[in-house]
């Protein structure tokens, strides 16, 4: 559907703008870039994800919780696997 959309105002743009080939086909792609709504990229995004994980045994409850785990450097976990606590501490070794 935004094919065709996008499609359609390249023809405009180009028959009735005045618009030459490159800044027409420019207009076309900047047209199908507003279709598409912002947080779609991120939900299409945290679901690969989760996808991912899954593969790999990792149960995951919310793929918000996907966000947060990818901007973690560090993650310390029990001889399990697990993380128990909803909290994290520091301690110089």
């Known amino acids: ?3 065709a959309v996008a499609t359609s105002f390249f023809a405009i ?3 009735f703008l005045g618009l030459n080939v490159a800044n ?3 207009f076309a792609i900047r047209v199908m870039m ?3 709504p912002q947080g779609l990229q991120l939900t299409v995004s945290l679901a690969l ?3 991912n994980m899954a593969r790999r ?3 995951i409850k919310r793929p918000s919780a996907i966000e947060t785990l990818g901007a973690m450097t560090v993650l310390c976990v029990d001889k399990t696997g697990t993380m128990t606590s909803g909290e994290m ?3 110089r070794a």
Do not use: G, P
């Open 1 to 3: 559907m935004i094919v």
């Open 57 to 59: 045994n990792a149960v």
């Open 34 to 36: 507003s279709l598409v």
């Open 13 to 15: 743009a180009l028959a």
């Open 24 to 26: 027409s086909i420019l």
């Open 49 to 51: 994800t989760t996808r």
């Open 89 to 91: 501490m520091i301690k």
